[in-house]
């Protein structure tokens, strides 16, 4: 496995969102030159973006660009003056359910801006692409745990099929230009700065204003929480380490980074509230459309090529986020 070099230049989409930051954090912290593209959209709070990003314009290594994946030439101006090495696209337009109420921008943001994004690294050509997929691509699927070998031909939201779209306009890309990618199947990222319409932070932001939590399919919910330090050790470990050619020529691999281990959702609510020193008002509520009731990882791939799984637990994790909203909020 090759070693980080630092000497390389990141380009990082979506790096005033939630794991971008804590992605070109880390980066700035080994003494990487960072370029964070981002179009600070209204879809959460903005000012929980512009308190991330004045954390990492404190470094001298990290160069903000204002812009949308959607707009090409903004893009390519941004590629054609920096010339990264690497590019991590984790600018997307997320969430489950808003992909039900406004298809639009997620077809504009995760299809009109990804093939951008493959544009710009074949015309300026990168030594690896990384980007985020999810693990909604997995939809439907009955067998447990999601193995990244699955057929994932069944979203059940919009939003997972964009994810699975990525996917195959990347392999597309490696086997037509020699483009190497790697696929980052995300399993229900959680920790400090996190994104306000997640279940941590939207159970905190109910219970500080005494208002009830949304508990759905009546709590018989389980999700794999993987804790956001986790997440970036793994797109650590890949970054200098693209994917060799498969049997086909195209330098393609797709992983999971789950924490493997699914924690039932009322659990989860219990740790909060303990880690809070708060009790949630709690309203039960059907399965809402294009949810599904549990998530699990198998990262064996993850373990087999880079001898790392995330293993953070929700007791560890929540305790930190719970340490970061109190401060936060005051």
């Known amino acids: 496995m090759q070693p980080f070099d630092k000497e390389n230049l990141y380009f990082i989409t979506g790096a005033a969102g ?13 003494g990487a030159g960072v370029v964070g593209y981002d179009n600070m959209n209204d879809y959460y709070d903005v000012g929980l973006k512009e ?3 004045s954390f990492l314009k404190e470094y001298d290594g990290f160069t903000f660009v204002k812009g949308d994946l959607a707009d090409k030439d903004t893009l390519w101006k941004t590629f054609e003056e920096y010339k990264p090495d690497i590019v991590v696209n984790l600018a997307a337009q997320a969430g489950v ?7 639009d921008a997620y077809i504009q943001s995760n299809i009109v801006g990804f093939a951008n994004i493959l544009e710009c690294c074949r015309h300026f050509p990168v030594k690896h692409l990384l980007y985020a997929s999810s693990s909604s691509v997995y939809g439907g699927n009955e067998k447990i745990p999601f193995s990244t070998f699955d057929s994932v031909d069944r979203p059940v939201s919009l939003y997972a099929a964009t994810k699975k779209s990525n996917e195959l306009m990347a392999y597309s890309y490696s086997k037509l230009y020699g483009m190497k990618t790697t696929g980052l199947r995300f ?15 939207k159970f905190a932001l109910k219970m500080r204003a005494g208002e009830p939590i949304q508990i759905y399919n009546n709590g018989d919910m389980e999700r794999d929480f993987t804790y956001v330090d986790d997440i970036v050790t793994g797109i650590c470990n890949m970054l200098c380490n693209p994917p ?3 049997s086909l020529g195209a330098c393609y691999k797709i992983y999971n980074i789950g924490n493997h281990s699914p924690v039932k959702l009322m659990d989860f609510v219990a740790v909060l509230e303990d880690k809070l020193g708060m009790v949630a ?7 809402q459309p294009g949810d599904v009731p549990r998530t699990y990882a198998d990262v064996s791939e993850l373990m087999k090529d ?22 936060y909020y005051g």
């Open 306 to 327: 880079f001898d790392f799984k995330p293993d953070t637990s929700i007791d560890e994790g929540l305790g930190k986020f719970a340490e970061w909203f109190k401060e």
């Open 97 to 103: 359910r808003y992909s039900i109420e406004n298809p």
């Open 281 to 287: 008002k709690k309203e039960f509520l059907p399965m």
């Open 187 to 201: 399993f229900t990222v959680y920790g400090p700065m996190g994104r306000p319409d997640m279940a941590a932070y």
């Open 51 to 53: 308190h991330r990003l």
């Open 244 to 246: 060799k050619q498969d």
């Open 18 to 30: 939630f794991i971008g930051y804590h992605l070109s954090k880390r980066l700035l912290e080994m």
